[in-house]
């Protein structure tokens, strides 16, 4: 069973920052949260991932409160390319060889004109 | 930046036939994954491989199935006798050793199965 719960699908329009929020009520305390963005017929890519509080990069930001049950990802100022599907994901990167991802539906985001 | 790469791209075979979908997983990677995507659904784990042998798989991946690392760069996955339902999107992954490391995709071999 997929440890995440996101919302099916998400609509914005070009120029505005863009929030998704994931629950994971249970986390372990050795699961990191990292999030995939999809486009049609591609394979997932990598957008961030984290532990705790904020991680930014060049792409996205992403907020984990202090509990780790929930985590946002912020996309600013998107675009007609952000279109796609995102995906947040738990797990145990450090757990030996148990490293396989369990995948939910993902958030489907429709950026508009 | 360097990249998973699949080939082929798209692959039709008759159902009972044996296909070799191939990987190139990004070079200094240590973990190798594969995954399918049915058309509409969720992304499914299948198998994981890591010092060259299955780390880890899943209920779906059964005896019709199995993974090779021929050399020092290619990984494949063999599905023996086809049948309708393994017509899917199949993603190869990888990632490197090192903590805090996520798993990199290739963009997919649709495998269509008639």
């Known amino acids: 069973l997929a440890k995440t719960t996101q919302p099916i699908s998400m609509d914005s329009y070009e120029g505005q920052e863009v929030n998704i929020t994931c629950s994971h009520n249970?986390?372990?305390?050795?699961?990191?949260i990292t999030w995939y963005q999809q486009f049609p017929s591609q394979g997932p890519r990598f957008i961030i991932q984290?532990?705790?509080?904020?991680v930014t990069n060049e792409v996205a930001s992403l907020f984990i409160p202090a509990d780790r049950k929930s985590s946002t990802l912020s996309l600013p100022r998107v675009s007609l390319s952000d279109t796609a599907v995102y995906y947040c994901?738990?797990?145990?990167?450090?757990?030996?060889?148990?490293?396989?991802?369990?995948w939910g539906l993902g958030t489907s985001l429709a950026v508009n004109p | 930046e360097p990249e998973v790469t699949q080939t082929p791209s798209h692959q039709v075979t008759q159902m009972g036939q044996e296909v070799i979908l191939r990987c190139v997983p990004i070079s200094n990677h240590l973990y190798f994954y594969w995954y399918r995507q049915i058309l509409g659904q969720k992304v499914e784990f299948l198998v994981s491989f890591y010092n060259n042998e299955i780390s880890e798989k899943s209920e779906i991946f059964d005896d019709q199935f199995s993974v090779e690392r021929p050399d020092g760069s290619n990984f494949t996955l063999k599905i023996r006798s086809t049948k309708l339902e393994d017509s899917a999107m199949y993603f190869c992954?990888?990632?490197?050793?090192?903590?805090?490391?996520?798993?990199?995709f290739g963009d997919g071999t649709r495998l269509s199965i008639l």
């Open positions: 984290g532990y705790k509080t904020k």
């Open positions: 994901l738990v797990g145990d990167f450090n757990a030996g060889n148990n490293r396989k991802l369990i």
């Open positions: 249970n986390i372990a305390t050795n699961d990191y």
């Open positions: 992954a990888s990632s490197a050793y090192n903590t805090d490391q996520p798993q990199h």
